[in-house]
């Protein structure tokens, strides 16, 4: 596992899929700055995560997500470990 970060759960190589999460908050109703509120964050680090520049979310931010919109643990390997 390559990682920078020991909170950081991603691969060399992986993606996200930030269109799943998008379409996901807009279903909950959810902008950058509301689930920004929800997990402690500016609204700017949640967007820099979503668009992958230089951060990634960390297995804390990441379970805070799955809670908040119910997803499966097949849902959360789509978004954020997709190829």
Do not use: C, H, W
Not at 38 to 64: C, D, H, M, P
């Amino acid at each position: 596992m390559v990682v920078s970060n020991p909170d950081t759960v991603r691969q060399g190589g992986e993606k996200m899929n930030k269109e799943l999460l998008r379409s996901v908050m807009v279903l909950y109703g959810d902008t950058n700055k509301t689930l920004a509120a929800y997990l402690g964050l500016s609204e700017q680090s949640v967007s820099n995560k979503i668009n992958e520049n230089g951060t990634e979310f960390r297995k804390g931010e990441i379970a805070k997500i799955k809670e908040r919109y119910n997803l499966t643990s097949d849902q959360v390997d789509r978004i954020f470990f997709a190829d």
